[in-house]
């Protein structure tokens, strides 16, 4: 995706599934998704549920629990969108394009998608704005 500005760093994996294997046309409308969670007594639970977005299915789960995120297709195919290892973070363009600065600072402040050198190639001033594309800051006139 030619919007996506991330900052190299250890720990974060970006990827792309349009390598052949998943057409944009896949996000259009509603999906289902896989949510891979640990829970309370660490043993770790799948669900579904469907969204419009990758973005608006990872933010239905708790971000701290989440260890894996997938989107299901008609065919019974999966990709994988998010996966997490300890610090350690593997994410999908389709994901990250939408990701606000909130998304990472409220839940996933210690991992490796938190970063005040990605914040600044963006021009993310604050919480509510994108955290891996370019943010217009309008000027305004005193």
Known sequence: MEKLVVVRREGLKVFNHFDGNLRPEAFAGRNVYRGITKC????????????????????????????????????????????????????????LIDMEVRDINQELSNTALYS???????????????????NQVEEVAI
């Open 116 to 134: 005040q050198a990605q914040y600044q190639a963006v021009g993310a001033k604050n919480w509510a704005m994108k955290a891996f594309q370019m």
């Open 40 to 95: 309370q007594a660490g043993f770790l639970c799948t669900s579904e549920s469907e969204a419009h977005s990758p973005i608006e299915a990872f933010r239905r789960y708790n971000c701290k629990a989440l260890q894996s995120l997938e989107i299901v297709m008609a065919n019974g195919s999966t990709f994988t969108l998010y996966a997490r290892m300890g610090k350690k973070i593997w994410a999908a363009e389709h994901l």
